[in-house]
C-alpha cells in the first residue's frame, strides 16, 4: 500500500511540475521563414492564394490527395482537404496577406499560416514572409511538444520556399497562370 501511495504522489507531483515548466512558456508558438523571388508580387500571390497551385510548390502537398470542398479554389472561403488535414483561406484586410487555418483532422490542434508578400519599389522581386501560429492550450504535453514545431515544420517550409523560387524564377511566372497540375 504504501508503495502505491508513493506512486500516485510521486506521478501528482511530477505533473505539477511539468505544469508549471509548460505555463513558463509561451501560449503562442510561431514558426517563420522568408525569402526573395525574382518575380511580380501578382504572380507570387496568385501561386500561393490557389490552393490548386500547391502541389506545383508546397512540401507534403505535391504527393497528398487535395479534393476541394466546392468548387472554389482560390481566395476566401476556399475549403480544401490535403491529406489528413482541412485548409481553410480566411480573408483578410492586407491585400498581399493570404491567411489559411489548418485543422487536423486527427487532431484538435489548429494553426493558422500567414503569407504576407512585400515588393520592391520596381516590382521586379517580392519577399515573402511565411509563418504558422498556434495557440496553445494549459496541457504541459501541449506547451513541452511545441518545443519541435520549429524542428518539423521549419524545414517544410523551407522546401516549400525554395521550391516555389525555383519555380517562378525559372518560368517567369508564366505557369503561374497555366500550372499543368496532375
Not at 490527395?65 to 489528413?84: E, H, L, M, N, Q
Amino acid at each position: 500500500m504504501r508503495v502505491v501511495k508513493l506512486g500516485i504522489i510521486s506521478v501528482v507531483v511530477l505533473f505539477v511540475i511539468a505544469t508549471a515548466i509548460g505555463l513558463l512558456m509561451p501560449s503562442i508558438v510561431r514558426v517563420s521563414r522568408t525569402t526573395s523571388i525574382e518575380a511580380s508580387t501578382d504572380t507570387v500571390f496568385n501561386m500561393m492564394n490557389d490552393i490548386k497551385y500547391w502541389k506545383l510548390w508546397m512540401a507534403n502537398a505535391d504527393t497528398a490527395t487535395i479534393t476541394f470542398d466546392g468548387i472554389k479554389t482560390k481566395g476566401p472561403g476556399t475549403v480544401a482537404y490535403i491529406g489528413s488535414n482541412k485548409v481553410s483561406i480566411y480573408p483578410n484586410e492586407k491585400p498581399t496577406t493570404i491567411v489559411t487555418r489548418w485543422q487536423g483532422v486527427k487532431s484538435n490542434s489548429d494553426q493558422y499560416s500567414y503569407m504576407e508578400l512585400y515588393h520592391d519599389s520596381a516590382n521586379t522581386s517580392t519577399v515573402v514572409n511565411w509563418y504558422f501560429e498556434q495557440q496553445l492550450s494549459w496541457y504541459p504535453w501541449e506547451r513541452l511538444g511545441s518545443m519541435m514545431n520549429d524542428k518539423i515544420l521549419g524545414p517544410l517550409m523551407e522546401q516549400s520556399l525554395d521550391a516555389l523560387k525555383r519555380k517562378l524564377e525559372r518560368t517567369g511566372g508564366s505557369e503561374a497562370t497555366t500550372p499543368s497540375v496532375n
